[in-house]
């Protein structure tokens, strides 16, 4: 781990728009922050640009409110906020339809993982195979979750941007496939379980 922190602390210091991307990325937790704590470390950003798409995916679900501005009305999508379909697909759906639509997005994956998960629990462990499949089912549960709170954190701008998909939701080819083979897999244990 220290060597691994060490490579990262290295990788980050030797280009000056690297840290300066990751003062961006820290910078709304730096202002959630009491001003006491704010003026021990007095972080300024240089670069406005090294934030604008956190800046517009926060504009797009600010602008979306409660109930949204209407399937197909979204305005940043229309060139102010890049890969709306991609990465930042929550934040052109608040924007659409609005925290109600968002919510009822994350409970149906909610209710997704909660159901791997039950199919994970109802796994009688007797063979070995059954202790893989039971682990198995538990990683897409997770793998669900993670990418779907990571993706989250990045566009409010409270963990760095990393590419993930939200399962199901964002556009990707291999994404929607692996994600697809994966439940498809969970399906097949769920015969085993006792449902």
Do not use: C
Request: hydrophobic share 50%; net charge positive.
């Amino acid at each position: 781990m220290l060597g691994g922190i060490t490579i990262f602390i290295i990788g980050i210091s030797q280009k000056t728009y690297r840290l300066e991307r990751l003062k961006s990325s820290f910078y709304n937790i730096y202002l959630l922050l009491p001003k006491s704590i704010q003026n021990m470390f007095d972080i300024q950003i240089s670069s406005i640009d090294i934030s604008y798409q956190i800046r517009q995916s926060i504009n797009a679900i600010h602008n979306g409110g409660l109930k949204g501005v209407g399937i197909g009305n979204g305005e940043l999508k229309m060139g102010f906020l890049s890969d709306v379909h991609t990465d930042f697909v929550l934040s052109g759906i608040a924007e659409e339809i609005g925290f109600l639509g968002v919510l009822a997005i994350m409970i149906l994956l909610s209710v997704l993982i909660w159901r791997i998960l039950k199919i994970a629990n109802r796994i009688d462990i007797k063979t070995h195979n059954d202790y893989v499949f039971k682990l198995f089912t538990v990683g897409v549960a997770i793998l669900i979750g993670l990418e779907t709170i990571l993706n989250i954190m990045g566009i409010i701008g409270l963990f760095p941007l990393k590419g993930l998909p939200i399962p199901f939701v964002s556009y990707g080819g291999s994404s929607i496939i692996a994600f697809s083979i994966a439940i498809g897999m969970v399906l097949m244990i769920s015969k085993k379980a006792k449902l």
